[in-house]
């Protein structure tokens, strides 16, 4: 398991990151793209989009979404392929996972 974060700063919104790892990233509604967990991985999704309630979670560096091993290949060739250099991918910390709050 890995972790992956956008920092919407740089992001261009142009999409490729969902074309490569589309249960990975998904669109927010001003054009910017950010991390989620997926029902299918994870039991429910989470969409780490800076918004409120259930389903999410923050954006930027504190909205960190755990990659699964099947989605660890395809995750890190989006972030090679990101205009924006913005995709971080990292090890796995629990602590960090524990931090996001939500
Ligand atoms: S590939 Fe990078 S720059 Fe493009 S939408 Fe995704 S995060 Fe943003």
Redesign the pocket.
Known sequence: MLMVW?DQDL????????EIAPDV?VARDDG??VVKEEASHFGSTVVFDGGDGAGHGPDGGRGVARIPDSLIDSSVE?AE????E??MIEPYDQATIDARGG
């Open positions: 956008i992001c261009t919104g142009d999409g490729i990151c969902q990233f910017l793209w989006a392929e990101c205009p924006g913005c995709i």
